[in-house]
């Protein structure tokens, strides 16, 4: 099951800490994107990233910072700022057509995260 | 800016009948549409995409742009097809690709 990983599947933390959610992906896109998913609500993007060392807030960033050091990695830190921070969160990643073309998103199996 | 509208939460149908889940899109530019579908305990994954003009598992959707419209159609729908159907739309913003879900439309098929 390769192409994007996320990891844990499940994390629990303390109201306060900061915690960082894991994504990995071994295709070689370019690309990569974090979403919050949330009953009702759809996937709400957080942010996005088309290379690396370059990324962009997305509709929800308040309360996240990521980083893109390597072009397969792409973490998001859920701060203790972050008001609601207890959802499923998901990763994913894609080959940016500039323009043209089709570009679909490759979904890795997303990481619950529950804040007490 | 860039929205997706999915008007409806849950659409229930009986096995075999038809089925159209709907998909309005607001964007200034060419937009890239797309359906995504989540079955239960599977990651999510992309349906079909409105450049392809394909039909997958019966499936199909065209893109009206006067009525700024992606609906998904099925003429007869199966069990199977039970699933969160999501309409997402790609747009381009100074280089960068952004990827915009709607609130998604969960499709119960009755046996």
């Known amino acids: 099951d390769g192409g994007i990983t996320q990891s844990p599947k499940y994390l629990f933390r303390k109201e306060g800490q900061n915690v960082t959610l894991s994504c990995e992906q071994n295709?070689?896109?370019?690309?990569m994107y974090w979403y919050r998913q949330d009953p009702g609500q759809g996937l709400r993007l957080i942010y996005y990233?088309?290379?690396?060392?370059?990324?962009q807030k997305g509709d929800i960033a308040e309360g996240y910072s990521v980083s893109r050091e390597k072009k397969e990695s792409f973490p998001l830190t859920v701060t203790s700022a972050q008001k609601n921070p207890t959802a499923f969160y998901l990763c994913?990643?894609?080959?940016?057509?500039?323009?043209?073309?089709?570009?679909?998103?490759?979904f890795g199996n997303g990481t619950r995260l529950t804040v007490t | 800016a860039q929205r997706v509208t999915q008007p409806e939460k849950l659409l229930s149908v009986f096995k075999g009948a038809p089925v159209e889940l709907k998909c309005n899109y607001s964007y200034s530019g060419s937009p890239e549409l797309f359906w995504y579908v989540q079955y239960s305990r599977q990651r999510l994954q992309l349906l079909l995409r409105h450049i392809s003009r394909e039909s997958i598992k019966g499936f199909t959707a065209d893109l009206n742009k006067g009525e700024t419209s992606f609906h998904l159609k099925k003429p007869f729908a199966q069990e199977e097809d039970s699933a969160m159907y999501y309409c997402?739309?790609?747009?381009?913003?100074?280089?960068?690709?952004?990827?915009?879900f709607g609130t998604g439309t969960k499709l119960q098929v009755i046996p």
């Open positions: 990233s088309q290379i690396v060392n370059d990324f």
């Open positions: 997402a739309l790609a747009g381009h913003s100074g280089g960068y690709q952004k990827v915009t």
């Open positions: 994913a990643s894609s080959i940016p057509r500039a323009f043209t073309g089709e570009s679909p998103l490759h």
């Open positions: 295709l070689n896109h370019d690309a």
